[in-house]
């Protein structure tokens, strides 16, 4: 988030414009429905703040480009711990879903704006909260260590150039398990393991 303003934030979404996450479009706590009212607006600083990261919807595109966002499901709303992948765009397989839970502990949200952010898989979604609480618990070591290697696995996808997407994610990982999490960040294990992930995705196509 970039700024509070009058009923909206502002939202940095890696395109041309910033983007507007208006007030009326978000749950608020507790998942309540009713017109917004002037102690929301008051309370909007409680709820997002600058520098706070979000998971949110295109809603609509402005005549000028930019866009507008809802964080109306509960599987939008704040992010709380893991890490941010900045990748290109182009890279990132349009699917039906870009929330997945990946077999191997940790979860992804694989962001169409080349976003990608990587977290551990919460055993309980706290829905009550209408997705504006964070878990600020420790994070495991075993937790922390999928999340890195989940990390580097994508690094090494982008840099070979292969689409990401759950399955292309799940095998570079499968993959890269012989060697430690930063030796994946070595060109020629990059190389390797990106090439055992493709030989898989072109097997699995028949």
């Known amino acids: 988030l970039l700024q509070v303003q009058q009923k909206r934030w502002k939202v940095e ?3 041309r414009l910033d983007s507007v996450l208006l007030l009326s479009s978000m749950n ?3 998942g309540e429905l009713r017109r917004r009212s002037a102690e929301d607006e008051l309370a909007m600083r409680d709820y997002l703040q600058e520098g706070d990261l979000i998971s949110a919807e295109v809603q609509s595109v402005f005549s000028d ?13 704040k992010l709380g711990q893991g890490v941010l ?8 397989k349009r699917q039906k879903t870009h929330f997945h839970d990946l077999p191997c502990g940790a979860s992804v949200i694989l962001g169409n704006n080349g976003y990608i952010w990587i977290y551990p898989t919460s055993e ?4 009550e909260a209408g997705g504006f609480t964070t878990n600020l618990e420790p994070v495991p070591l075993s937790d922390r260590e999928v999340i890195s290697r989940l990390r580097n696995c994508i690094v090494a996808l982008v840099t070979e150039k292969l689409m990401l997407f759950d399955t292309s994610i799940l095998y570079c990982y499968e993959a890269s398990l012989p ?10 294990v990059m190389e390797e393991i990106v090439l055992e992930t493709r030989q898989r995705l072109l097997d699995l196509e028949g």
């Open 13 to 15: 979404t890696n395109s």
């Open 28 to 30: 608020l706590p507790g």
């Open 65 to 77: 480009g930019a866009v507008s966002l809802h964080t109306r499901s509960l599987k939008y709303g």
């Open 85 to 92: 992948v900045q990748v290109s765009p182009s890279l990132v």
């Open 124 to 127: 309980q979604k706290d829905e």
């Open 179 to 188: 060697h430690q999490i930063k030796d994946i960040l070595k060109p020629e």
